[in-house]
T-cell receptor, first 113, second 112 residues
């Protein structure tokens, strides 16, 4: 299958700081990228969908000013968690879609102290 | 609202048995269907995709699709303890503009 990388794999930060997570499709061009959040033992929760060069579409209840998404190219999307707080601690997973199939990155575990 | 339903399990099978995972979807317009495997603490991994009615086999995995019944299944033959994971079913549209809908997943436990 296609490869999606995500960086960093884990991050610990202080409350109030911002954290940027990068997602790259390494061997294909992604028409669409998705950002998910997953709390322990819970299902995937879609946060937003982004297409290259367009503004991201956020799911209901997701604060667009807190979770900034930039999809600068067909192979790179970034998620910035601004002014992070302990309740933002979670497993953030990006996903990239080529033609039909959607591939997930390895995820970023964010811990906010 | 588009929904994908899965039994949360856990489904427990002995090693060497066939594990049968099932999924139903609500949107009759769905054209593409996927099974992902997710180990605890890891991200989902695509293991099967199916687009046409019938069976699709890949190694020990067989995906089955019945669009009339809006039903997708995944069979795992000769189950191994390493198959123990949560299996996510997803349904999507055609082309590149759809947002896939994921089920909540079925937990599979394969015991020696």
């Amino acid at each position: 299958g296609a490869v999606v990388s995500q960086h960093p794999s884990w991050v610990i930060c202080k409350s109030g700081t911002s954290v940027k997570i990068e997602c790259r499709s390494l061997d294909f061009q992604a028409t669409t990228m998705f950002w998910y959040r997953q709390f322990p033992k819970q299902s995937l929760m879609l946060m937003a969908t982004s297409n290259e060069g367009s503004k991201a579409t956020y799911e209901q209840g997701v604060e667009k000013d807190k979770f900034l998404i930039n999809h600068a190219s067909l192979t790179l999307s970034t998620l910035t968690v601004t002014s992070a707080h302990p309740e933002d601690s979670s497993f953030y997973i990006c996903s990239a879609r080529g033609v039909y199939e959607q591939f997930f990155g390895p995820g970023t575990r964010l811990t906010v102290l | 609202q588009k929904e994908v339903e899965q039994n949360s399990g856990p489904l427990s099978v002995p090693e060497g048995a066939i594990a049968s995972l099932n999924c139903t979807y609500s949107d009759r317009g769905s054209q593409s269907f996927f099974w992902y495997r997710q180990y605890s603490g890891k991200s989902p991994e695509l293991i099967m995709s199916i687009y046409s009615n019938g069976d699709k086999e890949d190694g020990r995995f067989t995906a089955q699709l019945n669009k009339a019944s809006q039903y997708v299944s995944l069979l795992i033959r000769d189950s191994q303890p390493s198959d123990s994971a949560t299996y996510l079913c997803a349904a999507g549209g055609a082309g590149g503009s759809y947002i896939p809908t994921f089920g909540r997943g079925t937990s599979l436990i394969v015991h020696p």
